[in-house]
């Protein structure tokens, strides 16, 4: 029984790149969360994503960042246009249910270096 | 919006001792999560306690909900355990965010 998956694990891009972050949730679930760990820094919530759906972007920078969870295939986390201050770890969460009341469940994370 | 502050921000420990790990969050939560993140970065699920005491090996935790604290308690301690520990909660009200404190870091010794 896999995990939440994330790739690539690392990731590095040159300053003005995209880049392309995927997540698939633990099977059975069918809600995504996105956090970004920025050097020296706790976790901080960006996305919250259903199905085609998503719910909560309050955490998502206004520009350059954009998130997906189409109805078929992983989750996408997009960054055009990166620069050194994207550099960090993004982590990619699930669970079965929304509303607070269920555990959420991480994966290994993909480090982004933006050089 | 909630606050959620973990004390020690460090701790150091030779291998064998005891710990408590403790997580303090100002307003009314749906659920509390702890996390080890292991020096490779990997986040780990320890706990899902919104309420009461859970015991995993080594490991146990207690939340009391009412004095809004939770606290993570690391029995004979291994090398092994070394990295930093976070407590992160959802606030009531519908909010699927969860809030992290700012971690423990926690250096066992051989």
């Known amino acids: 029984n896999a995990g939440v998956m994330q790739n690539p694990r690392h990731l590095v891009r040159r300053r003005g790149q995209e880049a392309r972050l995927r997540c698939s949730p633990m099977k059975g679930h069918s809600h995504v969360y996105w956090y970004r760990q920025l050097p020296e820094e706790g976790l901080k919530f960006m996305v919250y994503?259903?199905?085609?759906?998503?719910?909560?972007e309050s955490g998502m920078p206004k520009e350059r960042f954009s998130a997906e969870f189409p109805k078929e295939g992983p989750s996408i986390l997009r960054i055009q246009q990166v620069v050194r201050g994207d550099s960090a770890a993004y982590f990619c969460?699930?669970?079965?249910?929304?509303?607070?009341?269920?555990?959420?469940?991480f994966g290994p994370g993909t480090r982004l270096t933006v050089t | 919006g909630i606050q959620v502050e973990q004390s020690p921000p460090d701790l150091i420990l030779q291998e064998g001792a005891n710990s408590t790990l403790r997580c303090n969050f100002s307003d009314s939560v749906n659920n509390l999560q702890w996390f080890h993140q292991n020096p490779w970065g990997q986040l780990i699920n320890l706990f899902y306690i919104p309420s009461g005491t859970k015991q995993n090996g080594r490991l146990s935790a207690t939340t009391v909900a009412t004095e809004r604290y939770s606290l993570l308690y690391i029995s004979s301690s291994q090398t092994t355990d070394s990295g930093v520990y976070f407590c992160a909660v959802l606030t009531q009200g519908g909010s699927e965010k969860l809030v992290f404190g700012k971690g423990t870091k926690l250096t066992v010794n051989p």
């Open positions: 994503l259903q199905k085609e759906n998503i719910i909560d």
């Open positions: 969460a699930s669970s079965r249910r929304g509303t607070g009341a269920y555990e959420q469940y």
